[in-house]
């Protein structure tokens, strides 16, 4: 009995001295085997948002460079002039005149005055003067009684071997020119509107034709119209014309008339 007591005493002390190793070695790390470390966890790192602008910066639309075409000079009155004539209309001998029932072309104090009173009546008067080739004039023009479509204007080079060359005002502010020649009328330009010109009735305007070497050039107030090109060396008398185009009166004046010789 007391043997048996004794062999429990040592299997109790045995087992307890076993645990007690097993705890020991439990707490010892194998060797070879890392040491656990505690890894930090991965922080979220923020994505940096996109800056709002709230006054973006817009293109500026800037045109491409435009290239003017070169402009060419208008023509001017030669600068170098010698008069060739001038007439205030004070010698009644060198226009004609007419006492018609449909027209009448008569003098006033300082001006030639035409008067047309029918439908689509032409009135012409011719003067002594002889333009040449080459010459620079202006004529005034005031109108007094003018409708749409009447027109008026200047006979230069009458019947000069290329014919009679006709400048064209209607009342509206156009321009024309024709030519007359044996076999009929031949518009040389469309009507055109003129710049700086003072349309209708009562109107006042300066009228100038410059001829050089066949180059016509046409002026209104001292304001460029356009040019065309004609023969050169050609001559003839100068005239002035109006052609109503209704039943209404035209009545047109012409005065302060100079002839320059231009000298390019």
């Known amino acids: 009995m007391v043997y048996r007591i004794k062999r429990i005493k040592q299997t109790v002390v045995y087992i307890a001295t076993l645990c007690l190793c097993l705890a020991l070695l439990a707490c010892v790390p194998l060797e070879g085997e890392p040491e656990a470390t505690n890894t930090p966890l991965p922080t979220h790192t923020p994505v940096p948002t996109a800056t709002i602008d709230w006054f973006p910066a817009t293109p500026t639309n800037i045109s491409p460079s435009k290239t003017s075409p070169a402009e060419q000079d208008s023509p001017e009155p030669a600068p170098n002039r010698e008069v060739l004539f001038e007439d205030d209309f004070s010698d009644e001998t060198l226009w004609q005149t007419y006492n018609e029932p449909a027209y009448k072309i008569i003098y006033e104090p300082n001006a030639l005055s035409v008067v047309v009173l029918g439908e689509k009546v032409e009135a012409e008067s011719l003067s002594a003067y002889i333009l040449p080739g080459n010459f620079y004039l202006e004529f005034t023009i005031e109108t007094a009684l003018c409708s749409e479509n009447d027109r008026y204007g200047i006979v230069f080079w009458r019947n000069s071997v290329s014919g009679t060359y006709r400048l064209w005002v209607n009342c509206q502010g156009q321009l024309m020119v024709d030519r007359v020649l044996p076999e009929g009328v031949m518009p040389i330009t469309k009507w055109e509107s003129a710049r700086k010109f003072v349309p209708n009735a009562p109107a006042r305007n300066v009228f100038g034709i410059q ?16 040019s065309l090109q004609a023969r050169s060396k050609l001559e003839g008398h100068l005239g002035l014309i109006a052609r109503s185009a209704g039943d209404t009166p035209l009545s047109v004046r012409f005065s302060e008339l100079i002839v320059y010789k231009p000298e390019p």
């Open 211 to 226: 001829a050089i070497d066949g180059q016509l050039d046409f002026f209104v107030n001292g304001s460029y119209q356009f």
